[in-house]
């Protein structure tokens, strides 16, 4: 259970981090001193929006596959307790 409590975590922050470059992204896309300092001198906002919907995307499997983890134990657990 501790490894699918932090997956579970990790989970989150892929999420919450990849929609914060995101949002970086598309709020300063009028802006080239910005985006340069906060997603990367050489990064454009269409590969840094690219990168961040990919992690945005691993957090959202990541999540998934730790709910049915979860879901498994207890099903689990109420199979055992029926069985004795």
């Known amino acids: 259970m501790n490894f699918t409590m932090l ?3 990790v989970a989150y922050l892929l999420l919450i ?3 914060f470059r995101i ?4 709020g300063f896309r009028d ?6 300092r906060y997603i990367g001198p050489n990064a454009n906002i269409g590969e840094a929006i690219d990168q961040a919907a990919l992690v945005v995307f691993i957090g959202l499997a990541l999540g998934t596959l730790t709910e049915i983890s979860i879901s498994l134990k207890k099903i689990l657990k109420i199979d055992r307790e029926e069985v004795e």
Do not use: C, H, N, V
Not at 31 to 36: D, G, L, M, T, V
């Open 23 to 26: 949002a970086l992204a598309i």
């Open 31 to 36: 802006q080239p001193a910005a985006i340069a």
């Open 7 to 9: 997956a579970r975590f």
């Open 17 to 19: 981090f990849g929609s």
